[in-house]
């Protein structure tokens, strides 16, 4: 494998199958409270409730992709941790 497959091969896994160490974040709807997660945790209703109105749409939860902050962090147990 020459350096430009290996790249692709990188790029793939980005794009495909989510890093189950990594986190990601959403925004609610209703109040605007940003919170981070682990990957893992996708598709599980209790961590897409907001954490600070208690808010849940039922998803699809979409990813909070923009340049602010978490207010707050989920560990892989549910329980927000300190940001
Ligand atoms: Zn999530
Ligand atoms: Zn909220």
């Not at 896994?13 to 919170?35: F, K, M, V, Y």
Request: with cysteine; proline share 11%; hydrophobic share 25%.
């Amino acid at each position: 494998m020459n350096g430009f497959d290996a790249l692709l091969l990188l790029l793939d896994a980005l794009n495909g199958s989510p890093d189950p160490d990594g986190t990601h974040r959403h925004q609610c709807t209703e109040c605007g409270c940003i919170w981070e997660h682990p990957n893992s945790r996708q598709g599980d209703g209790d961590a897409h409730t907001c954490p600070g109105c208690g808010f849940n749409d039922g998803g699809p939860w979409w990813h909070y992709e923009g340049p602010d902050a978490p207010a707050y962090v989920e560990g892989p147990d549910g329980y927000p941790m300190a940001a």
